[in-house]
Each structure stands twice: as structure tokens, then as C-alpha cells.
């Protein structure tokens, strides 16, 4: 279950923190393609950290693995590392790993592996996240899952 709380007031010098930030920590992973992140989520198992390690080999930057803090500021969602963790990830059988990681990045849409697209062109769905919408895409079967993910990251995708 995510840890939901809300943020502490920054000391008067500091103009990073907000009084109205919320955040949540989720068991996710989190890469970001050219400062885009995307928020890999699914069930223990489901391949949340290969997936980001396949995006990664394709140039995504990894912003957090495993868990990741998610926080809302004015209408925005972005995502960080616990501080633990950051700059590791792990891979299943090789153990855990050093990565260069980006230590935060505005979510642009979501992936749940724990639910498979049937269909062939989706219809666009979308997940909120306190109080946020963002573009959700469930986990497709294909051979080029990395590489049509990478190219959605970049580019977007066609009406």
C-alpha cells in the first residue's frame, strides 16, 4: 500500500519545497527518455526493473527503482529516489546494479505490467495519481515492448 504524506515546509531559504507538495512512495520504477519519466508499475515479479533496464540500454536515464517518491506540485506530477536507493538497480540473477540516475523527473505517462494490452490500437486510458491525470498504457506482448515504449517516451503518440 503507498505511503501517502504530506511534504514539510522548506527553511525560509529554500524556494525547492512547497507547503501544498504531496507525495507518495509507490513500489514502482521510474526512467525518464530526453526528461520525460515514465512510471513503470505492476505486481512483484513483473518485470519492472527489466523493463527499465531495456530502456535504459535504448539511452533512458533511470530515476529510481523499486520504489519510487512520487510527489504533486501545482498540477504536476514528478518522481525521485528514496535516498537509499538511488543510483541502483536491480538485476534479476546478476544482483544489484550502479546506474547513473537522474535524481528527478516530471512524469509524463504511466505502464502498468501487471495488466496485458489485448488490443491491437488501445483506446487512450489514463490513471490518476493524486489528483493528476496521466496517459496509462498497459503491458504489451510483443518482441519490440522495449523499443515501442522508447519511441512513445520520445515522441508521443498519433491521435
Same mark, same amino acid.
Given at each position: 500500500?503507498?505511503?501517502?504524506?504530506?511534504?514539510r515546509?522548506?527553511?525560509?531559504?529554500?524556494?525547492?519545497?512547497r507547503?501544498?507538495?504531496?507525495?507518495?512512495?509507490?513500489?514502482?520504477?521510474?526512467?525518464?527518455?530526453?526528461?520525460?519519466?515514465?512510471?513503470?508499475?505492476?505486481?512483484?515479479?513483473?518485470?519492472?526493473?527489466?523493463?527499465?533496464?531495456?530502456?535504459?540500454?535504448?539511452?533512458?536515464? /533511470?530515476? &529510481? !527503482?523499486?520504489?519510487?517518491?512520487?510527489?504533486?506540485?501545482? %498540477?504536476?506530477?514528478? $518522481? @525521485?529516489?528514496? +535516498?537509499?536507493?538511488?543510483?541502483?538497480?536491480?538485476?534479476?540473477?546478476?544482483?544489484?546494479?550502479?546506474?547513473?540516475?537522474?535524481?528527478?523527473?516530471?512524469?509524463?505517462?504511466?505502464?502498468?505490467?501487471?495488466?496485458?494490452?489485448?488490443?491491437?490500437?488501445?483506446?487512450?486510458?489514463?490513471?490518476?495519481l /493524486?489528483? &493528476? !491525470?496521466?496517459?496509462?498504457?498497459?503491458k504489451?506482448?510483443? %518482441?519490440?515492448?522495449? $523499443? @515501442?515504449?522508447? +519511441?512513445y517516451?520520445?515522441?508521443?503518440?498519433?491521435?
Open positions: 500500500m503507498p505511503t501517502r504524506r504530506p511534504s515546509s522548506a527553511p525560509a531559504s529554500s524556494s525547492a519545497c507547503s501544498d507538495r504531496v507525495e507518495e512512495v509507490l513500489h514502482a520504477s521510474t526512467v525518464a527518455v530526453e526528461g520525460r519519466g515514465l512510471l513503470i508499475l505492476g505486481p512483484s515479479g513483473s518485470g519492472k526493473s527489466a523493463l527499465a533496464l531495456e530502456l535504459m540500454a535504448f539511452g533512458a536515464e /533511470l530515476v &529510481a !527503482d523499486d520504489r519510487t517518491i512520487v510527489t504533486a506540485e501545482e %498540477g504536476a506530477l514528478f $518522481a @525521485a529516489a528514496p +535516498a537509499a536507493i538511488a543510483g541502483m538497480i536491480e538485476a534479476r540473477y546478476i544482483g544489484l546494479l550502479n546506474a547513473p540516475a537522474r535524481p528527478r523527473a516530471r512524469i509524463f505517462a504511466a505502464m502498468d505490467l501487471g495488466r496485458v494490452e489485448e488490443e491491437r490500437l488501445p483506446p487512450r486510458r489514463k490513471l490518476t /493524486l489528483g &493528476a !491525470d496521466l496517459p496509462l498504457l498497459h504489451p506482448v510483443t %518482441g519490440h515492448f522495449a $523499443a @515501442a515504449t522508447f +519511441a517516451m520520445r515522441s508521443g503518440r498519433r491521435s
